[in-house]
């Protein structure tokens, strides 16, 4: 995609993405006032709270409306100035090789196994592994298993990763980069089907939304499922046309890496656990093609470090991707 059209689709607004969350707060307000039935009955504090719950019912008709209108003006209005006029896009592998390139934090119990389950796979050429400063045996563990070893001292999910596809995409024998982790939680035969769709895009993002392809129980918690679907329709919403998004939290992608080593230079490794979303907001942002493919997911092995300790965690996380994509993610600069 050319630089002039790159930029043109920066300039549009997201009034998608701004009329879903108006229209969300709008409900958050409806559902809240109706609510105060309970504390205001049971407890009889009918002085204090009718006001307040008339107040919110009353005037979350306005953000309900607002979010509707500016949803229906992208959606009918902007939308064919929007999506891209340009064919199906098709680039043949020329060599079905890849690098893979793990992110690990304290992960001595998992990172032998993730290690030798990839260097099995025929068509991974070599397995990277940065440790984020570990504190236990898992750069030895890692070494053992035969990858090659790197330490990311800088604390931090998005310096680790940006660090893992920075080493990855050195190595000029590999197409493709796969991105993923040391924790088992993603397993090696997916490659096959990320590959599958890599002649279409520049990025394929491996969803962990399709029920069948994933364990009932992983970290991934109901709240947190559903969360990750809706910060993912919000990237959507903001980059219309463009792509289809279910999960943003994900961190298993495969990117080609000529598209890599340009938008490497775009990303910000200061963003934390909001990583992902970063790079998948940046990625679109820069006219870069971006596919999902359904890959299955499975119970970590050891204790999670990440956005979904728990549903607090998973709330903050969600909280502030939507903070980054609303501000371009300037808050870090």
Same mark, same amino acid.
């Given at each position: 995609?050319?630089?002039? *059209?790159?930029?043109? #689709? ?13 229209f969300?707060? =709008?409900?958050?307000?409806y ?26 019912v ?9 979010? /509707? *209108? ?22 043949? /592998?020329?060599?079905?090789?890849? *690098? ?5 934090? $304290?992960?001595?119990?998992?990172i ?6 990839f ?10 592994v940065?440790?984020? $400063? ?13 990858? /090659? ?10 310096? %680790?990763? #940006?660090? %893992?596809l ?7 024998? *590999? ?5 993923c982790?040391g ?6 035969? @997916? ?8 002649? #279409?895009?520049?990025?394929?993002? =491996?969803?962990?939304?399709?029920e ?12 947190i ?14 980059? +219309?046309?463009l ?5 943003? =939290?994900?961190?298993?992608?495969? %990117? ?5 080593i340009?938008?490497? @230079?775009?990303? $910000?490794?200061?963003? $934390?656990?909001?990583?992902?979303? #970063? ?13 999902? %493919?359904?890959i299955?997911?499975?119970?970590? /092995?050891g ?14 996380? =969600? ?5 980054? +994509? ?7 600069a």
């Amino acid at each position: 995609m050319s630089e002039k *059209t790159r930029t043109k #689709h920066r300039l549009h607004k997201p009034f998608l993405l701004y009329g879903v969350l108006i229209f969300s707060i =709008g409900l958050v307000m409806y559902l809240a006032g109706i609510l105060l039935v309970f504390p205001r009955y049971l407890l009889g504090l009918h002085a204090t709270l009718d006001p307040l719950a008339h107040l919110l019912v009353w005037y979350s008709g306005a953000p309900i409306l607002a979010g /509707i *209108t500016l949803a229906l003006f992208d959606l009918l209005f902007m939308f064919q100035h929007k999506k891209p006029d340009l064919p199906v896009r098709y680039e043949p /592998i020329k060599r079905r090789r890849v *690098t893979v390139a793990l992110t690990a934090y $304290n992960d001595e119990e998992s990172i032998a196994g993730a290690v030798e389950d990839f260097l099995l796979h025929p068509l991974v050429e070599r397995v990277i592994v940065v440790s984020n $400063n570990s504190t236990d045996r898992t750069f030895g563990f890692a070494e053992a298993a035969g990858a /090659i070893t790197f330490n990311e001292p800088s604390q931090g999910y998005g310096r %680790c990763v #940006h660090r %893992c596809l920075s080493e990855a995409a050195k190595y000029t024998d *590999t197409e493709f980069v796969v991105l993923c982790e040391g924790d088992s939680t993603f397993r090696a035969y @997916d490659i096959e089907k990320l590959l599958a769709y890599a002649p #279409h895009a520049d990025i394929v993002n =491996g969803t962990r939304t399709v029920e069948p392809l994933r364990q009932y129980l992983t970290q991934l918690s109901t709240f947190i499922y559903y969360g990750n679907l809706f910060v993912g329709k919000l990237l959507e919403a903001k980059h +219309l046309g463009l792509s289809t998004i279910t999960d943003v =939290g994900t961190t298993y992608k495969l %990117c080609r890496r000529t598209a890599l080593i340009d938008l490497l @230079d775009k990303l $910000n490794p200061a963003v $934390n656990l909001e990583f992902n979303a #970063h790079l998948l907001d940046t990625a679109l942002s820069e006219g870069l093609v971006l596919l999902e %493919c359904p890959i299955t997911f499975h119970p970590r /092995i050891g204790l999670s470090k990440g956005g979904n300790v728990n549903n607090w965690r998973g709330l903050q996380v =969600g909280s502030r991707m939507i903070v980054g +994509l609303l501000s371009d993610w300037k808050r870090y600069a």
